[in-house]
């Protein structure tokens, strides 16, 4: 199982990016798509979830700044990030939850925000 991010980059403080994710392999079910992030020095948080039916979560500091979305049929989940802060510099790791409760990670992009 592989989950390939890309998207990530420098940006400066008020813009955008997107990140993407794709999961290939032999996979079951995907219950779960989503982004987690570590900034320097800090622990992992969750950034984001979608489940199959598309409903979505978000993390009270992104909230009204980032969208989640997935295709299921293609197995790829995005990430739309307007209004980046500095704050949210961080490496994004994509991640999958399946339904035999299995979950997978992308090996992480990096997303720098200058002030």
């Known amino acids: 199982v592989q989950l390939q991010a890309s998207g990530g980059g420098l940006v400066q403080a008020g813009g955008s990016l997107r990140l993407s994710c794709a999961a290939s392999?032999?996979?079951?079910?995907?219950?779960?798509m989503g982004w987690h992030r570590q900034a320097p020095g800090k622990q992992r948080e969750l950034v984001a979830t979608?489940?199959?039916?598309?409903?979505?979560n978000y993390v009270d500091s992104v909230k009204g700044r980032f969208t989640i979305s997935r295709d299921n049929a293609k197995k790829t989940v995005s990430l739309q990030m307007n209004s980046l802060k500095p704050e949210d510099t961080a490496v994004y790791y994509c991640?999958?939850?399946?339904?035999?409760?299995?979950?997978?990670w992308g090996k992480g992009t990096l997303v720098t925000v200058s002030s």
């Open positions: 392999g032999s996979i079951s079910s995907i219950v779960v």
């Open positions: 979608v489940n199959r039916s598309g409903t979505t």
């Open positions: 991640y999958v939850l399946t339904a035999r409760n299995t979950a997978y």
